[in-house]
């Protein structure tokens, strides 16, 4: 029987805490991708070893559909695996965990095509593929080279699972909302338009049609300011203050999400607050290398 | 003899870079056993999704030993010079010989074996691969595409020691990720090799791939009375994706079939990789073929209605974009256009979009089409750049204006003109043929042209951004191949831009694609030099100049240009020439048949060129060719009556005026 889609996040979880990864909570600050999650974005940084698996709500304000669209969400959940160094049977752990849930290869077209991963906002990029089964996009698969402009070595390997989709394949469901979130024959049974559903309608006239963009401006003015700042003060023990430096430049980007749905950033300034987001993100890696080098 | 067998084994590489990757090694492996003095009898390459593959075949086992001769000092150098050079070379002085007073050396040099060579010029090849983009793996240093895993590489069935970032050369490779058996395989030389990965579900050779799925997909449809609808480039892509391909036929939702066939037939190609599929008459039917990378134990059910899924839920957005975009009147995206900018020194895609109707109502005109239509044509050309489904699918650019216009009620041929105003985008692809789409295709591609030309944006050596060469070719084909004229000067003095450089440009495309053709560049030269700005005539007089001097006619005549040329550069040697204006001469009679066919001829070319008529003109020259023959044969020029030499000289300067009219024959060659 299919898994439902908490099945498929435990199934996960099993099957990459049982390869030595450290299984995290999602980030408790909004972003709009998993990578950006400090366990990726920070860890992949530095000559330390890291194995990391989680899941991670992602927001994209701009993609909100007011619940309407079956295939669309402006919340949505992304499993993410960080393997660093990348281990030279990626490929082959990767290919086992989509057996761990319930795809197998001896059935489905898997394939690696050419897709090569960019992130401006943080300077990252990386070569490898999107994941195809049978012709649709189940993951992103890559091997980081730089994040924050700076090289990554040794390189981590980076596995983004889109869960919802994922889900819609291996339940054979057409509507995101039809998903069975819990165990269908079980006496409490949801599907994912249950749990989620109203979110998606609320959150979607909030970030399109409600939220305040001189504040959100303003907020990100302070989030922005507050980064050089927690930069150059230290903690108990000499370090500058990078992680809660890094939460700052998560909720300014955020801010421009939301800025962004609301049409109040202009085509030109675009680019300016992209850059702006990127050098403070360059200064958060600058800043965590340095460290990780100090400790090591 | 003996065999190289190397193969390169990775994790999925790029279906772009395969083919340039193939040839890559293959220049890079041929070039440096070139340096290594091994010859070889046959090098071949293959590239598939997990390996690069080569076989060298007929190398010998050892390089030939050489003997190389040294030149050493002058006899009588002194001692200090010899010792020096014996020691570098290595001999005793007896090995000496001495020739013209200077002593050499000869220096034996043993062949170093093959495999010795082999392991030193692999790792240098593969460190250095000319990848497009290249990356680290792990805490390895290699560049390579995706991770390597394995190196085979067996010379004369032993493997060749070596090892790059840590990966050890052997004599192993694997098979397909699923359906082979998943353990190494071990291989002794290159038909070994090739059968073994056959076993194991992979088909090492492209060409042989892309045969697989053709006759499988054909087969396929054939089945169900369907064609496969060809796609080279697909096919190309595909054959890069698959190791063991399968082609599947899949159904779709025949509603699907009421957007335009190429919206569907773009949504299966780029997003999917799934090729179209055509009924008896010729039109898209629904279905689909994909090639899976492996045979399913259930025989593909599974995959080709996933597949279907997938198509599905892609089609349904196109459905949605062509429904919004209908929804909206093309003329109404022209605000849009006001803010997309085209170039930063050329304004915005709106300003373009004013200069093209401008351009087109006066082309139009010269096509003999309706300039009020054209400029309505111009105008909504570029209006589909704001849709929703070329934002998607930016290679329907122009098809779908055709469309959105026919739907909101433009006539038939306003819509062509849009959709057609692109073409041709490649040296293959059939220019638009109507009056008005002609006027439309044109003015866009001079506007292009004139606007980069303007802000010093002409293309140089291998650099043109803005494919200029490519619009030029298609305004020099669109006129020859539909034999129209266009006056290039009027057009460039219609457009707000100076068109400097322009002509030169389009002289040097046409030469470029006469030349193509197997025409004499030479004689495009000597026709343009008369400052003809209409491609079509220039183009004409090209040929039948070169049909005319291939004649008997033709070569005197051009031998006689060519002497009358070096009498007259010899005299001005000496001087300068007398100014003489042509007079009837006493005689000799050879003289005077000379001067009377050259002031006959003037008023006849002429007239001949007047009326358009070159050959007519050529042939009127040819009628000086007797008379000039006899005058070299009977007349000194150079008289010693300063005033017969003069006039003489006057003659020839006639000779080469009145040919002159029709070209400038001092720039034909040969």
């Known amino acids: 029987m299919a898994l439902s889609f908490q099945d498929i996040i435990l199934a996960l979880h099993a099957y990459w805490s049982e390869r030595g990864c450290v299984i995290l909570q999602p980030y408790d600050v909004e972003v709009g991708a998993g990578t950006l999650h400090p366990a990726t974005v920070l860890r992949a940084l530095g000559p330390k070893p890291w194995r990391a698996a989680y899941v991670q709500p992602s927001r994209r304000p701009a993609d909100g559909r007011h619940g309407d669209n079956p295939n669309r969400l402006r919340h949505f959940h992304q499993y993410q695996v960080i393997l660093k160094p990348n281990p030279d049977d990626m490929q082959q752990l990767y290919l086992a965990s989509l057996e761990a849930i319930g795809i197998d290869p001896k059935l489905h077209d898997i394939r690696f095509v050419e897709d090569d991963w960019e992130n401006p906002t943080v300077g990252a990029w990386g070569l490898g593929w999107e994941v195809w089964c049978d012709g649709m996009e189940i993951s992103q698969y890559t091997y980081f080279q730089q994040v924050g402009g700076l090289d990554v070595w040794p390189v981590a390997g980076e596995l983004t699972y889109g869960l919802e989709r994922l889900a819609l394949y291996v339940q054979g469901v057409d509507n995101i909302f039809d998903l069975a979130f819990n165990d269908p024959q079980g006496p409490d049974f949801m599907t994912y338009g249950d749990v989620f559903l109203e979110n998606e309608r609320q959150f979607s006239a909030y970030e399109q049609e409600v939220a305040d963009t001189d504040m959100l401006i303003r907020q990100f003015h302070d989030m922005e300011a507050m980064v050089p700042r927690l930069l150059a003060a230290r903690g108990r023990r000499g370090q500058p203050l990078v992680l809660p430096a890094f939460d700052h430049v998560l909720k300014a980007s955020h801010l421009f999400n939301l800025l962004d749905a609301r049409g109040a950033i202009a085509v030109a300034e675009r680019q300016s607050y992209i850059g702006r987001i990127r050098d403070l993100c360059r200064e958060c890696a600058l800043a965590w290398v340095k460290l990780q080098e100090a400790a090591a | ?670």
Not at chain 2, 556 to 583: D, F, H, Q, T, V
Request: aromatic residues 6%.
């Open chain 2, 1 to 670: 003899m003996a065999q190289l067998l190397l193969e390169l084994f990775s994790e999925e590489i790029p279906a772009r870079m395969q083919d340039g990757a193939a040839r890559d090694l293959q220049r890079l492996v041929a070039a440096e056993l070139a340096r290594a003095e091994l010859p070889f009898d046959s090098l071949t390459t293959f590239a598939g999704p997990r390996r690069l593959t080569l076989a060298v075949d007929g190398l010998p086992v050892r390089q030939a030993d050489r003997a190389e001769e040294r030149k050493g000092p002058r006899v009588g150098a002194p001692e200090q010079a010899m010792a020096g050079f014996l020691r570098t070379a290595g001999v005793s002085q007896e090995a000496l010989v001495e020739r013209d007073g200077v002593w050499f050396a000869t220096i034996e040099r043993a062949g170093r074996l093959t495999a010795e060579v082999i392991a030193e010029i692999v790792p240098t090849i593969v460190r250095a691969f000319p990848w497009p983009k290249s990356m680290t793996s792990g805490w390895g240093t290699l560049r390579w595409v995706r991770p390597l895993h394995r190196i085979l590489c067996l010379f004369d069935s032993e493997v060749v020691p070596f090892e790059i970032d840590g990966i050890a050369a052997s004599d192993l490779t694997e098979g397909h990720r699923v359906m082979g058996s998943g353990a190494p395989i071990r291989v002794t030389g290159f038909e070994d090799y090739r059968a073994a990965l056959a076993a194991q579900f992979v088909v090492l050779d492209a060409d042989e791939r892309k045969r697989r799925i053709l006759e499988g997909a054909r087969a396929a449809c054939r089945a169900r009375g369907l064609t496969m609808v060809d796609d080279d480039g697909l096919l190309n892509e595909v054959a890069g994706m698959v190791e063991w391909p399968a082609p599947l036929l899949g159904d779709m939702d025949p509603a699907f079939l009421a957007l335009p066939p190429e919206v569907v037939r773009t949504s299966m190609r780029t997003h999917q990789r799934y090729f179209a599929v055509a009924g008896e008459d010729g039109r898209l039917a629904p279905h689909f073929v994909v090639v899976a990378n492996l045979e399913a134990a259930d025989g593909g059910k599974l995959i080709a209605a996933g597949a279907a899924r997938v198509l599905s839920a892609r089609l349904k957005d196109a459905q949605f974009f062509w429904e919004e975009d209908l929804a909206k009147p093309l003329e109404s995206r022209l605000e849009t256009l006001k803010g997309v900018t085209f170039h930063a020194k050329l304004g915005t895609m709106f300003e373009r979009v004013e200069r093209i109707e401008v351009l087109a109502g006066i082309i139009a005109t010269m096509m003999e089409a309706n300039p009020a239509e054209a400029a309505q044509a111009a105008r909504l050309a570029k209006t589909d750049l704001a849709t929703a489904m070329v934002g998607e699918f930016p290679e329907l650019q122009g098809i779908m204006g055709g469309y959105y216009a026919a739907a909101q009620g433009a006539n038939p041929a306003v819509a062509a003109a849009i959709r057609d105003h692109y073409r041709p985008q490649g040296p293959s692809e059939p220019v638009p043929t109507a009056p008005l789409s002609m006027a439309v295709a044109l003015a866009d591609k001079m506007d292009s042209i004139l606007a980069f030309f303007s802000i010093g944006e002409a293309p140089t050596g291998s650099r043109d951004p803005y494919a200029l060469r490519r619009a030029a070719l298609g305004v020099i084909r669109i006129v020859l191949e539909n034999g129209v004229t266009l006056p290039l000067n009027d057009v460039i003095g219609h457009s707000q831009f100076d068109g400097e450089g322009v002509a030169a440009f389009f002289a040097d495309r046409l030469k470029v694609l006469l030349r193509d053709r197997g025409a004499r560049h030479d004689l495009v030269d000597a026709i343009f030099a008369l400052g003809d700005d209409d491609i079509l005539r220039i183009a004409k007089r090209v040929e039948i100049l070169s049909v005319f001097l291939d004649g008997e006619d033709g070569a005197n005549l051009l031998a006689a240009y060519r002497r009358a040329g070096n009498i007259l550069s010899a005299e001005a040697r000496k001087g300068p020439l007398p100014e003489a204006i042509l007079r009837r001469p006493e005689g000799p009679a050879e003289e005077l048949a000379l001067y009377e066919a050259v002031t006959a001829l003037h008023p006849a070319v002429w007239r001949a060129l007047e009326q358009d008529d070159y050959a007519a003109a050529l042939s009127a020259l040819a009628s000086l060719r007797a008379p000039v023959d006899a005058f070299f044969e009977a007349v000194l020029v150079n008289s010693p009556v300063a005033a017969e030499r003069a006039n003489r000289l006057a003659l020839l300067t006639g000779v080469r005026e009145v040919m002159g009219l029709t070209a400038d024959f001092a720039r034909v060659s040969g």
